[in-house]
């Protein structure tokens, strides 16, 4: 048989779709076949170039079949929308993988490893006990605000409302309702449980990494956002540099640019939505500290004067980011002075 020397690889859950072409970009194979017989098939083959759109169980199959001696390379499906011809089918698909995956200006997805994998997990189960947390809270408020019963919102007003509901002697919860929504405050309890039991194990996987421990140096990043950049990150040597890790996040404007003329809309959205929300988040905190305390974020302070905090907190994440990226793609710890070193180093090296 001709040897092979590209593949292109359309992954499911049972059957699976393999394009293969030799040196001459000539067909040489294409036939589906099953999970099992995966690691069989690629075994017998010489070591090729294999690509995969970046989807589920993407980046275990990437290791497995890398293992073997091949150079697997997973690519964004959006990326390889445009080379399928036509319709929607699985040959089709591979097909189109196969002419991707040797585009010279192709963007690639580094593979995870599986310590990588179990830590976005955490992170998954940590989001997902969050989001049923706050729909039991929500429940519960609503139902109390029928009977007239309000607090404040928050954990604080949640735990107010905890109160009312166990508070037999409270009349103005009937009977029924009371037993309902008992149900609804254990559930919201042992929910919090759950997520109290995932931050700790967040934290110690935090201390355990010197990379995550040099992240929780930045300003706005402490355990959470440091694990979480490296487990949805992985390699930073991926990007470029800072701001292209900004771009995959979301967090640069969307361009919208057409003869000659620059236009720049709001901020893309297009990246990871949790690191994004985690940066905004912990960038607003900030925001919120330096205009109680303009001087300890002077440049912040500034923003503040002619921006919407909520526009600024986007700016500081964007900020954020790079020096994330810096110091992932570089080593070493956040230093605030850097600049200012930088300037007065120059200023010094000048000739009189």
Known sequence: MTRITTIGLDIAKSIFQVHAIDAGDRVVVTKAIRRAQMLAFFGRLEPCLVGIEACGSAHFWAREIGE??????????????????????????????CEAVTRQTMTFVAVKSAGQQALAMLHSVRETL???RTQAINALRGHLSELGVIAPQGLLGQAELARIVRDDDDARLPLIARVALKLLVAQIEAVSGRIAETDAALRAEHKSSAQSRALETVPSIGPVIASALRARVGDAHG?????????WIGLVPEQDSSGGKVKQRGISKKGDRYLRRLLVSGAMAMVQHAQRKPDKYPWIAKLLGSKPPKLVAVAVANKTARIAWAI????????PGFHAKRTAAAVLAAPV
């Open 68 to 97: 073997l001696g091949h150079t697997v390379k997973l690519m964004p499906p959006k990326y390889v929308k445009a080379y399928v011809k036509r319709g929607k089918t699985d040959a089709g698909d591979a097909e189109a993988i």
């Open 130 to 132: 969050i989001g049923q």
């Open 239 to 247: 990007f470029e540099n800072g701001r292209h890790m900004a771009a």
């Open 328 to 335: 992932m793609a570089r080593g070493g710890t956040y230093d």
